[in-house]
């Protein structure tokens, strides 16, 4: 028994340690990217950053991509517990406003993750039996949203994230000035929150 008890709390230690080294690699790939851009995130930077050989790098992950991917997913982990936070503590009548407000901060604070979730060619699946639940988990914070437009609320849903997504997008590259966010965000409540508005919309899908 005592043998079996040891045998249990070695393999949990080691799996703990296995999953810090992960966080580690995926934590140190998020600051050199932010700092310097992905171009620079490479198996061997990691190495020399974390302190950990490559084929060590190589035990956890398949290849840089996975590395990448990795990463994409932790921050739609992490803008899925942001809009749930600001859609929860909306408030009434302010909730569309709330969590549209929320994911600009969250794209424009972490520019570089916001990058590896939406702009890097990672072979993440969308929209598929094979999708992350992490993805399921921030697309059903947008879901929520529009829950009252039955079976049109994907769709509504969708529209919503490609609308923000966009200006995200835009303002990062610097194609939209910071300066008229506020208005942008303000004109994108109304077209979703306004009943005329919102059900001609439903009306033109």
Do not use: C
Request: charged fraction near 25%; charge should be positive; avoid cysteine.
């Amino acid at each position: 028994m005592a043998t079996k008890l040891a045998a249990n709390r070695l393999a949990e230690r080691k799996l703990r340690d296995r999953q810090a080294r992960r966080a580690q690699i995926i934590s140190a790939a998020r600051r050199i990217a932010e700092l310097e851009g992905w171009s620079n995130v490479t198996v061997r930077r990691l190495s020399d950053e974390i302190s950990y050989s490559q084929p060590v790098l190589y035990t956890h992950f398949e290849s840089r991509e996975g590395i990448l991917a990795a990463v994409a997913i932790e921050g739609f982990q992490e803008i899925g517990l942001a809009l749930e936070k600001a859609r929860k503590r909306a408030k009434s009548g302010h909730t569309v406003e709330s969590v549209a407000t929320r994911y600009l901060e969250f794209a424009a604070s972490s520019p570089a993750l916001y990058e590896a979730m939406f702009s890097l060619s990672l072979s993440i699946p969308f929209d598929d039996a094979a999708t992350p639940p992490e993805l399921r988990f921030a697309f059903s914070q947008l879901r929520e949203l529009f829950r009252g437009q039955g079976s049109k609320s994907d769709v509504i849903s969708e529209l919503f994230w490609a609308s923000i997504h966009g200006i995200a997008e835009l303002t990062r590259t610097k194609r939209f000035p910071r300066s008229r966010q506020k208005e942008r965000v303000r004109v994108l409540v109304e077209l979703f929150t306004f009943p005329s508005l919102k059900g001609a919309v439903v009306e033109a899908l």
